[in-house]
């Protein structure tokens, strides 16, 4: 999973998403922003594009928008983005959407910022919108702040629908009633599990995959491990031991292979079924192919 408005040309996604498809991993998925603070500014590509683009230059990997904010586009716009993704690429699109929450690049580029509260409403009008998009025939839906009266084609076909949010009770319940896949920020096994058992409750039988995304910060051997540790740590103005401990307060795989196998175990137990990493230097593609092979067991 990586975050490009941090910078990554579409050749550099299209490099990552090739070598995860010859891997065989389940899936390539990229975040939704249209600016970071970092000064300079990076470059930043548009996720809909560039997943269209990506649905004519893989072949098998699913390919997913982790996830594209509903402050961005109307939900018509949504719709007709996500099925012609889905169309070009043979059914292989995962539609990610969320309510929204980088406020600053919402003001640096003059998009509205709605509070919290009106974000939520739009976030459930837009899903009842979608719903109705998608299904067959034609689509009603008199919401809020949305209406649909039209029969929207083409519809999906191997499309599924992910809805991603970090809180304990609202997202988990939301997901498990209307979505394909729950996606919430990796956290230690037993806040998983406490969102994962809500998420199934609401499911009521459906069948939900419960997924997390997160970095990780691994090494082959304690030496190695220790140097990444330390020039990470360097970059963020802490002590070597200060970022460990956040990064394992959190929940990420840390350490050597056995370390990290211990930690994907232990969320499997709680109810994980995949993980995404959440890779952000895309001009260091060697260190995140061993990242990813470790956090697999590789």
């Not at 649905?55 to 982790?66: F, G, H, K, M, Q």
């Not at 509260?117 to 008199?142: C, M, P, S, T």
């Not at 956290?187 to 199934?200: N, T």
């Not at 939900?208 to 082959?220: F, I, K, N, Q």
């Amino acid at each position: 999973m990586t975050e490009p408005h941090l910078g990554g040309t579409y050749d550099q996604q299209l490099e990552v998403a090739r070598w995860a498809e010859a891997e065989r991993l389940v899936s390539f998925a990229r975040c939704d922003h249209y600016l970071s603070g970092d000064d300079p500014t990076p470059d930043a590509t548009d996720a809909f594009a560039v997943l269209a683009g990506l649905a004519r230059d893989t072949e098998v990997i699913r390919l997913c928008v982790l996830v594209s904010p509903v402050t961005f586009r109307h939900p018509a716009v949504i719709a007709k983005n996500a099925v012609t993704i889905d169309q070009m690429s043979g059914g292989r699109f995962d539609l990610g959407v969320g309510t929204g929450w980088m406020e600053l690049e919402h003001t640096g580029l003059g998009l509205p910022f709605p509070s919290w509260r009106e974000r939520w409403i739009r976030f459930e009008d837009a899903l009842n919108y979608l719903d109705a998009a998608f299904g067959e025939g034609h689509g009603n839906y008199e919401g809020v702040f949305y209406s649909l009266d039209a029969d929207m084609r083409p519809k999906p076909t191997g499309m599924r629908l992910v809805l991603g949010g970090s809180g304990p009770k609202r997202t988990p319940t939301l997901a498990g009633a209307r979505a394909d896949e729950y996606n919430f920020f990796i956290c230690p096994p037993d806040e998983a599990r406490a969102k994962i058992e809500v998420m199934r409750a609401a499911a009521d039988g459906r069948s939900v995959e419960a997924t997390v995304m997160g970095g990780a910060l691994v090494g082959r051997t304690e030496a190695e491990y220790q140097e990444r540790l330390a020039r990470s740590a360097g970059k963020r103005d802490l002590q070597p031991k200060e970022l460990e401990e956040r990064y394992v307060n959190n929940g990420f795989p840390v350490g050597t292979p056995d370390r990290v196998a211990e930690t994907v175990a232990a969320l499997e137990e709680a109810g994980v079924e995949r993980i995404y990493v959440q890779w952000l230097d895309l001009d260091d593609l060697d260190t995140m192919k061993e990242t990813v092979d470790i956090v697999r067991g590789g």
